[in-house]
Every structure is written in C-alpha cells, then in structure tokens.
C-alpha cells in the first residue's frame, strides 16, 4: 500500500515537475527532438542502403551454359548435381529452343533469323540460371559447377561482384558505425541537458534529502521525469518520420531515381523506427536523469 | 543518557583548514542550547556534521542512538528522519505553497494523505500560519517564510531541531517572534539547537550556551549563566 501510495506520487510529482520547470523541460525536449530525428533520419538511410544491397545480392546469378552437343540425359545428371549442391537457393533450366523462341518474339530481325533452325543446327546453348544462398561464396559454387560435364562455361559478372560485394560490406559497416555512433553521441547530449536542468533543482534535492527522502525516493520522481521527457521528446521525431517517409515512398512510387533502388516498404519498418526511437528517448532520458541526480547524492 | 553526544570531534576539510577540533559535547533530551561565536569559529561546521552533512575527520559522533560518523551515505535518511533543521536562508521550494512546503516532508515518508492534512494543518498552527497555507513563499515575508521552514523541521515530530542562524536575516521585532515559536516547540519536549551570533536573542533566552573559538569550544555557560 505503502510503496504504491509512494509511487503515484513520484509519477505526480514527475509530471508536475515537467510543467513547473517548464523552460528547463523545454530545454531538455528540444534537445531530445533534434537529436532524434537526426538519428531517425540516420536509421532510414542506413536499413535502405542494407535492404538495396540485400537485393542486389539476391538479384545476382550463375548463368551455366552447357555445350552444344548436350543430350537431354547429361542435362537430367547435371541438374541433378546442381540440386544436390550445398548453398543454392533455387535454378531454372532453359532449353536453347526456348531462348530461340524468346528472343524471336522479342525482335523481328532474330525471327527471321532463326526461325529456319532445327534443334540439331541451333548455336545456342542450354543453361541454368542458378541464385545461391551467399554471395561471397558465388565463385566458389560457379567453379564446381563448371567441372561438371558437360558445362561449358559460367559466367556471373566475376570481379565486378566481388567488388559490389566488398563496397556493400563498407557501405553497411560505415552506415552501422555511424547510427552507433549517433546513438552514443545522442545519449550524450540528452544526459548532458537533463544534467544541466536538473543542476539548477540542486536546492530542491538538497531539501528532499534534509526532509529524510532516502536516495531512492529522492532518484525515483527524477528518473520517471527523465522518462516522461524522453517520451516527449521523441513524439515528433516519431511523427515526422512517420509522415515524410510515408510521403516520399508515395511521391517516388517506392523507388529512387530508377527500378533498381526500391525503397524499404513503410510499414512494418516504421514500427521498428518508432520503437527503437521512442525506446531511445525514454532510456537515455532516465539515464541523464539518474546520472544528474547521483552526483547531487554523495556528501 | 546523551541525546547528542560527541567525542573527541575533528573536523579537516581537504583544503587542509581545520574547522573544528576537540570538541567534546552532551546534549540531553529536552535541552535548549546555543552555539554562538565570530564567524568562521566552526560552529555551523559542528552542527552540519550533527545532521551529517559534513562527515567528521575523527571521533565520535552519536545522535539519538545512531553514529553519524559511520551512518553510510545512503542511511542518511535514518538519521534526518529524527531531525528537523532550519536555515538562515529558509531553503523553501518557490514552486510550491506554505502547505506544500510543509507536506513535502511528510510526502516523502508516504503518509497517507489524510494523515498528511492533519500533521501539516497542525504544524501551520503551531507557528501561526494556517491562513497562509495556500500563499507562495514569495508571497510572505521573511519571518513567515522562517516560520514555514519550521513548520516543515518539526511537522514530522523529531527529537531534535537544528536552527543555523535562523534569525540571521530578519529584524529584532520578527526574531523574537521566531524564537518565541522554538521556544513553544522546546516546552513541547523537543530538543533545540541554535547557532546565532545574535548575543541579544541568546542574553533574553536564558539558555545553555556553548562559545566558540577557533574550531574549539572555548566556554560552556549553564542555563541563566550567560549575561
């Protein structure tokens, strides 16, 4: 009864506080505001640059081309293999006929080429189109496929992909340090503030501690303050987010600048922002909060 | 047996002065004592280390069965729960009313409301303020801000009441009306200690005086002694 009755007045005592020190908490928020959104704004453009890099990743494939003179048995054996080989997400088998035919519909100068072709004549290859489950390990897994009979050649854009692969690698690092990085120097200045506000309360501890608070009762209203700042604090960086990202994903149609970068879709990946911010704002608040009020406790 | 008792007390800040050294003292339950001296004698430092605000160097400090020199940092509420203390500057929240002020010191404790309301209202009482429980500090003078600081040392019924200077900013005519509520409060069976360097409050109090000097106690004069 005791400790409830105690905590309904640290949680009044808060909230009358905000509004008393209303400057002060004014202070504190704002600071809370600009620095979250400076990290919201950090967090959607390091998840797109990873999702854009998980795409093109996903998107590269193995051509295997076989020779010409490959029956359809050794066709069956070499896709067999391919299914049972470690790290392959999926393939798809195209028949030379069935490429004659795509590229005769989509061009008239290749019908009229090729439409006099018997299977036995055709020049084209068979191939497989395979996607594997890593990218790092594409060339490995393009090599063993080559020794299989009979296989031809491979091809998957060898050394532009370990070059993509190696600048997504320090694209993801870099835009990973730098939202850390934020994070680190947000609670930073957030503690800083509240540090500062709560240093001109000094004369307010110093009577709470003369009355008989103990330490507890006295870092209690100021830690619940701090949490009610963070919470406030982090409601419009949360809102704009919201809202920009929403209309940017409408106005460019999920896309920047071409097909090739599609942006994150709003939702859920806005809940997971509001969260990590909205839970930013709360934690570090009451950590600047505490870490003010501490140095008010030692005589 | 000692209500305040110290022993052998020193006190050295780290800037190497020595405020306080050899003091040897018996407070006993009911007492009406006066600290008095020049500034810089260390009276004020003798009584901040009674509530622990300053930890002795060495020796012994016992109030109201607890030894303060030892009591941990985070225990000192043990301590300042048996004690009221008033300042020379009131140290009232602006923020919050006579009645706030005073509720404050309950609030923390988690009393019950009801309970709160009566204490407060009684202590208002005591010190002439009920009418002015709604008013700001700002809204008082300097006698009625005193008078709500006691209210708000001796609301919870402590044994003890610490006063530094607490005349030190007001006129004869409101000083003695501050003392005429200690001295209520002392009749009331609660001990009182008083640093003043007022020698005209403690002439027509004809209380225990203890006179300082340099850090040491220089004389103690029993009650009626001191003229």
């Not at chain 1, 018997?118 to 496929?145: C, H, M, Y």
């Not at chain 1, 850390?180 to 930073?188: D, G, K, M, Q």
């Not at chain 1, 006295?218 to 963070?230: A, N, Q, W």
């Not at chain 2, 919050?96 to 002020?101: C, L, Q």
Request: with cysteine; glycine share 6%; aromatic share 8%.
């Amino acid at each position: 009864m005791k400790f409830f009755r105690i905590f309904s007045r640290n949680i009044r005592d808060a909230a009358l506080s905000v509004i008393r020190n209303f400057s002060l908490s004014l202070a504190s928020v704002s600071s809370i505001t600009i620095t979250l959104l400076v990290v919201s704004i950090s967090l959607i453009l390091s998840y797109n640059v990873d999702n854009f890099a998980t795409l093109v990743e996903r998107d590269v494939t193995i051509v295997a081309f076989l020779e010409t003179t490959a029956t359809r048995e050794e066709v069956i054996e070499v896709e067999n293999a391919i299914k049972n080989m470690d790290g392959i997400d999926s393939f798809v088998f195209q028949s030379k006929m069935a490429i004659t035919e795509e590229m005769m519909e989509s061009s008239e100068v290749f019908q009229n080429i090729m439409k006099n072709w018997s299977e036995d004549e055709n020049p084209l290859q068979d191939t497989f189109l395979i996607k594997v489950d890593n990218i790092d390990e594409i060339g490995f897994i393009a090599a063993r496929i080559l020794e299989l009979e009979p296989v031809d050649s491979t091809k998957y854009g060898e050394g532009m992909i370990e070059q993509l692969v190696s600048l997504f690698d320090v694209v993801r690092k870099v835009s990973v340090g730098i939202v850390l990085a934020l994070i680190v120097v947000t609670a930073f200045l957030i503690s800083n503030t509240i540090k500062i506000a709560i240093f001109s309360r000094k004369r307010e501890i110093e009577i709470m501690r003369l009355v008989g608070a103990s330490n507890i009762n006295i870092k209690v209203p100021f830690i619940i303050e701090g949490l009610f700042l963070g919470f406030i604090g982090s409601i419009i960086p949360v809102g704009a987010t919201i809202y920009a990202y929403n209309r940017i994903y409408e106005n460019f149609d999920g896309q920047l600048f071409s097909p090739f970068i599609r942006l994150v879709e709003p939702f859920p990946f806005l809940y997971g922002v509001t969260i990590i911010l909205i839970g930013l704002g709360i934690i570090v608040g009451m950590f600047g909060s505490w870490r003010a009020v501490r140095k008010h406790l030692k005589i | 047996m000692s209500l305040i008792e110290m022993r052998d007390v020193k006190k050295r800040y780290k800037n190497g002065v020595t405020a306080a050294q050899d003091i040897n003292l018996n407070i006993n339950k009911g007492e009406f004592v006066f600290i008095i001296g020049s500034t810089g004698c260390g009276k004020s430092t003798v009584i901040k280390m009674m509530y622990r605000e300053e930890k002795p160097t060495s020796g012994t400090i016992v109030v109201g069965g607890l030894n303060v020199g030892k009591l941990r940092n985070s225990k000192v509420y043990k301590l300042r729960r048996k004690l009221g203390v008033v300042f020379q500057d009131y140290k009232l929240l602006n923020k919050a009313t006579a009645y706030e002020n005073v509720a404050f010191a309950l609030d923390v404790l988690g009393l019950p409301k009801s309970e709160i309301h009566k204490k407060v209202i009684k202590a208002l009482d005591l010190v002439g303020l009920k009418n002015k429980a709604k008013n700001y500090p700002e809204q008082l003078s300097g006698g009625e801000q005193q008078r709500i600081a006691i209210a708000r040392a001796i609301v919870n019924g402590p044994k003890i009441l610490i006063c530094d200077e607490p005349t030190g900013n007001l006129d004869p005519p409101t000083s003695a009306e501050i003392m005429k509520v200690l001295m209520e409060i002392n009749k009331m069976g609660t001990t009182v200690i008083m640093v003043t360097h007022n020698h005209d409050v403690v002439k027509e109090n004809n209380k225990r005086v203890i006179l300082m000097e340099s850090g040491r106690v220089l004389k103690e004069y029993k009650e009626g002694e001191y003229a």
